[in-house]
């Protein structure tokens, strides 16, 4: 029965429908249109070896292959083996395989939804990814995959920025304590070229000639073998000279605060006086408080002390506040009790002076008489 072009057209779409999507159709032109867009597998093959590649490499391998052979067949590249047609069938080649890769990754694609719309529930769908994206699973997982990608991205730059921010920072920071080195370093010589050259005028002056042991070694001040020499005598023109070690200057400090908080908390006792009123026990009570932190502080002092100094038998030991407070306590009774007998002795010296101006006066008034 004769068909007419539009019905046999009709009639090859319907059974192309019908065939499974795995199958690869043979192109079918009619006329001067092409009814099918896949490719015969012989010209795919042929394809892949004009590419000098293997069925199921990925997408960087065929770009690679094909930037390779351009640069070898293209007519501009100056080339030796330029070649014009081989390399239009270079082209060529190249498009029938990426169009061989995209149709066998849209199978893929189609046949995973398939089978996932059979077997899970449509809600299903949108637990996943994050709740990224919208559309078929497929579609979504690439949106899911872009958005990680977006998302990386993002943190590398503020990564790379935080790193440069840090590196800023630490680069101002070095040249900072560059600028202050370099400033100590120019004053130390100064004073160094200065000192020199004043001991080289005075030197020149004569100043130096009238030293006691010119031309003598040094004494040594000790005779202990354990003790180096040189550090010795260093020390010893240092002390002489008024320069004192740390340790020697804060066992001084504590010797003198010490001091001076025991005369504190005695003479606060002493200006409450006795006997001691509700409200003065408060005021005492406060003193003491004071007094108790101060003792803190000192022991903090103490065992810095410690720290530094060189002799395990110069060490000192922390001081007791309760013990302090007792003993400030027995000084005032202490003065109270040569108070009391100063001015007792002094009332006896009162009553005999008084005792004694008496017969003066009665004797002068018999005189008077």
């Known amino acids: 029965v004769p068909l007419c072009h539009a019905d046999i057209g009709h009639h090859l779409m319907l059974h192309r429908a019908m065939i499974p999507r795995h199958l690869k159709l043979i192109p079918c032109v009619y006329g001067n249109r092409l009814l099918s867009s896949y490719k015969s597998k012989s010209n795919v093959k042929d394809s892949y070896r004009i590419l000098e590649l293997q069925e199921g490499c990925s997408l960087d391998d065929i770009r690679n292959s094909y930037r390779n052979l351009a640069k070898k067949y ?41 089978q996932f719309k059979s077997k899970s529930l449509q809600h299903r769908h949108y637990l996943s990814f994050e709740g990224v994206g919208f559309g078929m699973p497929s579609q979504r997982e690439r949106q899911y995959m872009q958005f990680r990608v977006d998302r990386a991205a993002e943190q590398v730059l503020e990564y790379r920025k935080q ?71 260093l020390n010893r023109i240092l002390i002489d000279n008024g320069y004192q070690p740390e340790w020697i200057l804060m066992q001084k400090e504590i010797r003198e605060t010490i001091e001076q908080l025991r005369k504190g908390i005695v003479t606060s006792r002493n200006k409450l006086g006795g006997p001691m009123t509700p409200y003065r026990e408060k005021q005492w009570s406060r003193v003491c408080e004071q007094f108790t932190e101060d003792i803190r502080k000192l022991n903090k002092r103490i065992d810095n002390f410690n720290l530094v100094v060189p002799l395990l038998s110069r060490q000192m030991v922390h001081f007791n506040a309760a013990r302090e407070i007792a003993r400030a306590q027995k000084t005032y009774e202490a003065l109270m009790e040569s108070r009391e007998a ?17 017969l003066k006066s009665s004797l002068f008034k018999w005189l008077n008489l």
Not at 85 to 113: G, H
Not at 167 to 182: E, F, G, H, P
Not at 346 to 351: I, S, W
């Open 163 to 233: 790193r440069l921010e840090g590196q800023s920072d630490v680069t101002d920071l070095m040249k900072a304590k560059d600028v202050r080195q370099s400033k100590k370093v120019k004053i130390t010589q100064a004073m160094e070229r200065l000192v020199e050259d004043l001991i080289q005028e005075s030197m020149a002056k004569g100043d130096f000639d009238n030293l006691s042991g010119k031309g003598k070694p040094l004494q040594k001040f000790s005779d202990c073998p354990h003790i180096d020499p040189m550090t010795h005598n």
């Open 74 to 114: 293209h007519p501009d590249s100056g080339s030796a083996t330029a070649d014009a047609e081989a390399f239009m069938k270079v082209e060529e080649a190249y498009r029938v395989v990426l169009d061989d890769v995209a149709n066998k990754k849209k199978c893929t694609e189609d046949e995973e939804e398939d």
């Open 342 to 358: 100063s001015n007792s002795d002094t009332k006896e010296a009162e009553q005999k002076d008084v005792k004694r101006f008496g």
